[in-house]
Nanobody, 115 residues
Framework: QVQLVESGGGLVQPGGSLRLSCAASGSIASIKAMGWYRQAPGKERELVALIASGGGTTYQDSVKGRFTVSRDSAKNTVYLQMNSLRPEDTAVYYC?????????WGQGTQVTVSS
């Protein structure tokens, strides 16, 4: 069983920063990629950023230049540094892990950008 534990969400003013963390534990045969999705009220879940096992990264266009995804492979942990936050970044952020045979989701952490 794989568990993903997220932390770092909260309330921040526009222009502020937050750092999300997601630690994976359990029987993980082979991690292909880890990253983050988000879901705002009334909208579908969307990709924010992914980092592959080889280090390659993918970002949603709206977060390029503001968000940075990184990982600590030794700790099976992925991070999302979010800078210059905007109200439209408000959402529940979900950690995602793609393994050889399955994908796994975290429970979600709320990020609210508001003055």
């Amino acid at each position: 069983q794989v568990q993903l534990v997220e932390s770092g969400g909260g309330l921040v003013q526009p222009g502020g920063s937050l750092r999300l963390s997601c630690a994976a534990s359990g029987s993980i045969a082979s991690i292909k990629a880890m990253g983050w999705y988000r879901q705002a009220p009334g909208k579908e879940r969307e990709l924010v950023a992914l980092i592959a096992s080889g280090g390659g990264t993918t970002y949603q266009d709206s977060v390029k230049g503001r968000f940075t995804v990184s990982r600590d492979s030794a700790k099976n942990t992925v991070y999302l540094q979010m800078n210059s936050l905007r109200p439209e970044d408000t959402a529940v952020y979900y950690c995602f892990l793609a393994a050889s045979l399955a994908g796994y989701w975290g429970q979600g952490t709320q990020v609210t950008v508001s003055s």
